[in-house]
């Protein structure tokens, strides 16, 4: 009898926080670069076998080793490209390929796929409540000019008319001024980055430099999150969730009654 309280709580509690995943994706569904976040689910004897070297996921042996009692096991990202939109600002940038941008944070560095940028009071690139976004050479991109453009390398150049003699009738100079170029880094394994708040991720990995990503300045990539999907799983685990609870209100009214009826023996 106690089995079955345990199973209906321990679904409800695996069925609550897939909901907080689903709804953490559709809040996000118009974040640039967002995402999609997937919560796979095991059975709580199943990890502690595997936690403790018991058992073997990849080739498993053992029988008799399943039991009903869920544990949420995991929170998987889906790093699939977004499609790119037109912006027109000239802030905006986003990436046609793997990697991601990197920004310096308080915590350290972090990296994104969110290229809705601004600049701060000093002329720095940021991304808004997160950091500043850095160049190639680890420094953070400072801005002098708006008037300045970008090669699909992340390349910022600006280009500053001066007249030469002082005179606004004289000859004018041409001048470059180079603002650096953006840094974009991937990585060997993109499962072992830990997604973090305003769609920043962490890693211990070495970074490396993809092969084939351009920067595609005033764009920006939308976020992977289909709508429908996440509508259709949210109604499932709402559905699962409502089941359990009604499963766990029946079989407390059985335990009360059982109590009462050793009660009157």
């Given at each position: 009898?106690?089995?079955?309280?345990?199973?209906?709580?321990?679904?409800?509690?695996?069925?609550?926080?897939?909901?907080?995943?689903?709804?953490?994706?559709?809040?996000?569904?118009?974040?640039?670069?967002?995402?999609?976040?997937?919560?796979?689910?095991?059975?709580?004897?199943?990890?502690?076998?595997?936690?403790?070297?018991?058992?073997?996921?990849?080739?498993?042996?053992?029988?008799?080793?399943?039991?009903?009692?869920?544990?949420?096991?995991?929170?998987?990202?889906?790093?699939d490209q977004g499609g790119l939109e037109q912006t027109d600002g000239i802030?905006?940038?986003?990436?046609?390929?793997?990697?991601?941008?990197?920004?310096?944070?308080?915590?350290?560095?972090?990296?994104?796929?969110?290229?809705?940028?601004?600049?701060?009071?000093?002329?720095?690139?940021?991304?808004?409540?997160?950091?500043?976004?850095?160049?190639?050479?680890?420094?953070?991109?400072?801005?002098?000019?708006?008037?300045?453009?970008?090669?699909?390398?992340?390349?910022?150049?600006?280009?500053?008319?001066?007249?030469?003699?002082?005179?606004?009738?004289?000859?004018?100079?041409?001048?470059?001024?180079?603002?650096?170029?953006?840094?974009?880094?991937?990585?060997?394994?993109?499962?072992?980055?830990?997604?973090?708040?305003?769609?920043?991720?962490?890693?211990?990995?070495?970074?490396?430099?993809?092969?084939?990503?351009?920067?595609?300045?005033?764009?920006?990539?939308?976020?992977?999150?289909?709508?429908?999907?996440?509508?259709?799983?949210?109604?499932?685990?709402?559905?699962?969730?409502?089941?359990?609870?009604?499963?766990?209100?029946?079989?407390?009214?059985?335990?009360?009654?059982?109590?009462?009826?050793?009660?009157?023996?």
């Open positions: 009898m106690y089995q079955g309280f345990y199973n209906l709580a321990s679904g409800m509690l695996t069925q609550s926080r897939n909901l907080n995943t689903i709804s953490n994706n559709m809040v996000n569904i118009q974040t640039p670069g967002y995402k999609n976040e997937t919560m796979v689910s095991s059975t709580f004897k199943e990890e502690m076998l595997y936690r403790t070297g018991q058992y073997s996921k990849e080739n498993p042996t053992q029988l008799a080793t399943v039991s009903k009692i869920k544990t949420a096991k995991q929170v998987y990202t889906n790093y802030y905006d940038f986003a990436l046609n390929g793997n990697g991601f941008f990197c920004i310096q944070t308080s915590q350290g560095i972090r990296y994104t796929r969110n290229g809705s940028f601004s600049v701060d009071k000093d002329g720095y690139l940021v991304l808004n409540q997160a950091g500043r976004v850095l160049n190639k050479e680890g420094q953070p991109v400072q801005i002098k000019n708006e008037n300045f453009t970008v090669d699909s390398k992340g390349h910022i150049t600006a280009a500053i008319t001066k007249q030469s003699d002082g005179e606004e009738s004289g000859s004018q100079e041409v001048t470059i001024e180079d603002y650096g170029t953006l840094k974009v880094v991937d990585f060997p394994d993109q499962g072992q980055l830990h997604a973090e708040d305003n769609g920043l991720f962490s890693t211990a990995q070495a970074e490396t430099t993809p092969a084939d990503t351009t920067v595609q300045w005033k764009m920006l990539e939308k976020s992977n999150v289909d709508m429908v999907e996440q509508m259709t799983a949210m109604m499932s685990s709402q559905r699962a969730l409502q089941s359990a609870a009604q499963s766990l209100k029946m079989y407390d009214q059985i335990m009360s009654k059982s109590v009462s009826d050793v009660g009157k023996l």
